[in-house]
């Protein structure tokens, strides 16, 4: 059962950049799906950004394109998330999520966060105006 710690988060002001980092065990790491997604005070949980397992291919939430970067190194089995020009709208608990059976990497499926089994703890990330 693979285990994912997120590290990176912070108090940032407006227009400013974090990098947040997701750490997982589990030597088949290579072969997941990887995907961060967010959620604010009151709000749902929404799909941030996700990265296929050889990471060429990578999909963004319409909000976050632009601004925000997905990216793996399977030999470290870490995926990161590098945000820049943060707005106060992204602040949010940030979630790192693995899917160890992807079947397809696509809007409809790697969006989804019924997709992927296991999820960190969370790490918070608060953007000031």
């Known amino acids: 059962q693979v285990q994912l710690v997120e590290s990176g988060g912070g108090l940032v002001q407006a227009g400013g950049s974090l990098r947040l980092s997701c750490a997982a065990s589990?030597?088949?790491?290579?072969?997941?799906?990887m995907g961060w997604f967010r959620q604010a005070p009151g709000k749902e949980r929404e799909f941030v950004a996700t990265?296929?397992?050889?990471?060429?291919?990578?999909i963004y939430a319409d909000a976050v394109k632009g601004r925000f970067t997905i990216s793996r190194d399977n030999a470290k089995n870490t995926v990161y998330l590098q945000m820049n020009s943060l707005k106060p709208e992204d602040t949010g608990v940030y979630y790192c999520?693995?899917?160890?059976?992807?079947?397809?990497?696509?809007?409809?499926?790697?969006?989804?966060?019924?997709?992927?089994?296991?999820w960190g703890q969370g790490t918070q990330v608060t953007v000031s105006s």
């Open positions: 999520a693995a899917d160890s059976s992807p079947l397809y990497f696509d809007n409809t499926n790697s969006k989804n966060g019924d997709e992927y089994g296991t």
């Open positions: 589990g030597r088949t790491f290579r072969s997941y799906t």
């Open positions: 990265i296929n397992w050889s990471g060429s291919s990578t």
